[in-house]
């Protein structure tokens, strides 16, 4: 439902954004504003946003098959990281051109600058609004923080197309372009930190991997635990790996450790776990373990 529910507003926010964008750059080259057409060029990453937002979340929703085990579910993980280079990139193109005018400003229309930006304003909170409920998916959360850029870019502009009314100094238009060129390498840096730290499948971000092998550690039954690993799949979906120590014991009677360790595992969000047993100390707890002669060691226990 939640799913159904986002895809509906990102339809109709990229068809809005889509049509302010092209409204907004004949409106910048008429008014020989840089920061309208900066602008605009900050819009229309911000349209490629929500499309690549809502490919994604069809990707997620596909189910996993013998070729992708775990689902698609990095789509958006992946559309955040594209869309995060796409505003980088977009702000160079800012910089170059800002550059040449501020040593030969154009004379800019204060009142068309100011109007458009005035509606670039209003159309960013719409679609923030709209957005609002899906910021706990990075993909979403990506997407709304291109919304927020713009709108208070759009909030500069208009302050920007005041002080040209008044004083008729043309050079704060580029001076306002590097400022959101600024603005928008701000905007993407938070995404591709995290993204890439899903990508390279680091910890997820606000856990501890000491408190986390803690926990496990105080579960009656366990020795030890070491190899753990814990990353996320995407959109919130934790997974973990360990392996664990306890006494040489049935599976039968191993399992209510196993049962008291997702107990542990799930107060910290992780509902998704490969726990192997062990009964032999590893030397190296990143090594495979020697098995010594008719030692008894039983194999992989799964829990989802």
Request: negative net charge; hydrophobic residues 50%; proline residues 4%.
């Amino acid at each position: 439902m939640h799913q159904h529910s986002h895809g509906k507003a990102l339809g109709w926010s990229t068809a809005v954004t889509l049509a302010f964008v092209v409204f907004e750059l004949a409106a910048g080259v008429g008014a020989h504003s840089l920061a309208l057409i900066s602008d605009s060029g900050h819009n229309f990453t911000d349209a490629l946003a929500l499309i690549l937002a809502a490919a994604a979340q069809r990707l997620e929703s596909r189910p996993a098959d013998d070729r992708k085990t775990y689902g698609y579910q990095r789509a958006g993980v992946l559309a955040a990281f594209i869309n995060a280079l796409a505003l980088l990139a977009l702000s160079a193109i800012i910089f170059w051109e800002a550059w040449f005018r501020l040593f030969t400003p154009p004379e800019v229309n204060d009142t068309t600058m100011g109007f458009v930006a005035l509606t670039g304003i209003a159309v960013n909170v719409g679609i923030m609004m709209a957005l609002h409920r899906g910021r706990h998916d990075l993909n979403i959360r990506a997407a709304w923080v291109h919304m927020l850029g713009d709108a208070v870019s759009s909030a500069a502009i208009v302050a920007g197309a005041v002080v040209i009314h008044f004083t008729g100094w043309h050079r704060i238009d580029p001076a306002l372009s590097i400022c959101i060129g600024v603005l928008i390498i701000w905007t993407a840096w938070d995404i591709i930190r995290e993204s890439l730290n899903v990508l390279l499948e680091g910890i997820p971000q606000g856990m501890n991997l000491k408190a986390i092998s803690n926990a496990v550690q105080t579960v009656p039954g366990v020795i030890d635990v070491h190899d753990l690993h814990v990353w996320t799949l995407g959109a919130g979906a934790n997974a973990l790996s360990c392996h664990v120590l306890i006494d040489d014991m049935p599976p039968s009677e191993s399992n209510a450790i196993l049962l008291r360790i997702n107990e542990a595992l799930c107060a910290f969000h992780i509902h998704h776990s490969t726990v192997q047993f062990e009964h032999v100390r590893c030397a190296l707890s990143d090594a495979p373990c020697s098995m010594p002669p008719g030692a008894h060691q039983h194999p992989h226990t799964h829990s989802h």
